[in-house]
């Protein structure tokens, strides 16, 4: 019995014994058995273990060659960028930003915002109460409000700089002009305008003197004058000469220069479409071109009453008479500057400009001698200029023997120059208020 006893308690033993070995072995050696790509319960298709992400790991670290001077290489990156964003920051408040309100209440205003700016306007429709764009040059942010909702003080003015356009061309123009000019003054002296520039339509006979006492100098408002015509006052100092532009008050688009105005045959050597007044150079014109035969070479439609409005036909006939001749004759009117020299530029004909100065104080200005179209010669306009009607017998002639590949080489100069001459002309405006805003800013 004792013995069984002995047995049964040495049997037990070695059964705890070998369960103990059993246990101890799955616990120490067993997970190393197991395989990586043994699957896991209850494991995501496409996860990877998160064993293996860290084995993935810590062999890529082991891959990549230690390097001791890295953290010295991240402070100096993390300095150098904290130092170029500082100038940055520094840079960009030192480049101040202007903002610009231009009221346009002359029809030149059009020529300035959608031909040399380039801008919109919104309603497109030409004969809405209230129009307005915005465009920007530099530093500078333009907008642009027109039309007749356009009312000394029944809009709000939220801006602080404001360039007003004008006509001062005729003695009912000019009543209308000084009713804006007066209201604009008194912003200035009330602070609510910073500052006044002025784009004037001037009298043909450069007489101007109305709006002498608004300038800046004399005791009034207005900083900078840009003024139409070579009125004697120009200095580009604080008066500067502007160029007249195309007849936007009757409705002259903004052309789009195509292939076919580029390379077509232009049937026409020449054209004059206008009213021809009496005892002028353009009744000399008309008997020059009756001879041999001219008149039959060239596009000539004359009246003898000024028309101050177009008709669609009417505008459509210039259009076309523009396009198909390949030079526009250009006598003088009552200035020698006429919308007809900057409308010929705009279909690639070749302005021929009667360069004579007319009666009146145009001219004798202290930076230009007596001759008309400084802001044009100066810009090294390329029209040909006569003196006399009688010299164009020979330039017809000359225009004969010109081949087409010639003339569109010709007119590919033209309208690249005329392109340059209004983004030259929109820099310089830009450039004149910002010079102007930074020295107020001084004062």
């Known amino acids: 019995m004792r013995l069984t006893r002995k047995r049964l308690c040495s049997i037990f033993i070695a059964v705890y014994c070998l369960f103990s070995l059993y246990a101890a072995y799955h616990v120490f050696f067993g997970r190393r058995r197991r395989t990586p790509d043994a699957p896991l319960r209850g494991l995501r298709k496409g996860v990877v273990p998160v064993r293996e992400r860290r084995g993935r790991e810590q062999s890529t670290l082991r891959s990549e060659e230690w390097n001791p001077w890295e953290e010295d290489e991240k402070n100096e990156q993390q300095h150098r960028l904290k130092t170029s964003l500082q100038i940055l920051n520094k840079s960009t408040k030192e480049k101040k930003h202007f903002h610009v309100q231009i009221w346009g209440k002359a029809a030149i205003g059009l020529y300035l915002w959608e031909h040399i700016f380039e801008g919109l306007l919104e309603p497109t429709d030409v004969t809405a109460q209230w129009r307005e764009g915005n465009s920007v040059v530099g530093r500078t942010h333009y907008s642009f409000i027109t039309g007749p909702a356009v009312v000394p003080g029944y809009f709000s003015v939220d801006v602080n700089n404001v360039v007003l356009v004008l006509n001062g061309r005729e003695k009912a123009k000019v009543f209308y002009a000084t009713q804006w000019l007066l209201y604009a003054q008194n912003l200035v002296q009330t602070q609510r305008l910073q500052y006044l520039a002025v784009v004037l339509l001037g ?8 709006i002498n006492q608004f300038l800046k ?3 009034g408002s207005v900083e900078r004058l840009f003024i139409i015509y070579d009125s004697p006052w120009i200095n580009d100092v604080d008066v500067f000469q502007w160029p007249l532009g195309v007849a936007t008050y009757r409705n002259f688009p903004v052309v789009e220069v195509n292939w076919s ?4 045959e232009r049937p026409y050597l020449c054209n004059f479409v206008g009213t021809v007044y009496e005892n002028s ?26 028309q ?7 505008l459509k006939n210039y259009q076309d008479a523009l396009l198909q001749s390949d ?13 007809r020299i900057y409308e010929a530029c705009s279909y690639g004909s070749v302005p021929v400009v009667e360069d004579v100065m007319t009666p009146g104080g145009c001219g004798n200005s202290s930076v230009y001698l007596k001759a008309p179209l400084q ?21 017809l002639e000359k225009e004969k023997t010109i081949n087409l590949e010639e003339k569109i080489q010709r007119r590919k100069r033209l ?17 004149i208020l910002e010079s102007s805003f930074l020295k107020n800013n001084k004062n």
Not at 203 to 210: A, P, V
Not at 327 to 339: M, Q
């Open 415 to 431: 309208l690249h120059w005329y392109q340059h001459f209004k983004t030259e002309l929109k820099m310089r405006f830009t450039n």
């Open 203 to 210: 009298n043909e006979h450069c007489n101007n003197d109305w």
């Open 327 to 339: 030079l526009t004759l250009c006598p003088a009117g009552v200035n020698t500057e006429c919308y």
């Open 281 to 306: 150079s353009r009744q000399a014109l008309m008997k020059i071109l009756e001879q041999d035969g001219n008149d039959k070479l060239c596009w000539v439609s004359a009246r003898e009453q000024w």
């Open 217 to 219: 100098r004399n005791g």
């Open 375 to 395: 802001l044009l010669k100066s810009m090294n306009a390329p029209f040909i200029f006569i003196q006399n009607w009688k010299e164009l017998p020979a330039i």
């Open 308 to 314: 101050p409005q177009e008709t669609n036909e009417s």
């Open 261 to 264: 105005m580029l390379h077509n």
